[in-house]
């Protein structure tokens, strides 16, 4: 079982900036596809970056493309979500998520494990 938490959340004003992080237990995590999804009041999850097991490939959702960059440190067993140039629309909790497969993937039921979730507001 992997547990995974989250952490860097909080209150920004629009064009800031914040770094989520997630680290995941166990010893497995350099073998695990991650992902970012986020979830805004009254709206679906939605997929933000993914990253595979060996850091080589990454995904972005077209609109966090080149202002969001998504890492992984697999000696610190953790992931990393930088996020600038932040806007409003992405106010939302956001989730980090562990998949078996090694690519990256975008759809939430590729996942096996999720975190809790951590708030990120931004203010206009």
């Known amino acids: 079982q992997v547990q995974l938490v989250e952490s860097g959340g909080g209150l920004v004003q629009a064009g800031g900036s914040l770094r989520l992080s997630c680290a995941p237990s166990?010893?497995?995590?350099?073998?695990?596809?991650m992902g970012w999804f986020r979830q805004a009041p009254g709206k679906e999850r939605e997929f933000v970056a993914a990253i595979s097991d060996s850091g080589s490939g990454t995904y972005y959702a077209e609109s966090v493309k080149g202002r969001f960059t998504i890492s992984r440190d697999n000696a610190k067993n953790t992931v990393y979500l930088q996020m600038n140039s932040l806007k409003p629309e992405d106010t939302a909790v956001y989730y980090c998520a562990a998949t078996y497969y090694s690519g990256t993937f975008y759809r939430p039921g590729q996942y096996h494990y999720w975190g809790q979730g951590t708030q990120v507001t931004v203010s206009s």
């Open positions: 166990g010893s497995t995590f350099s073998t695990y596809g």
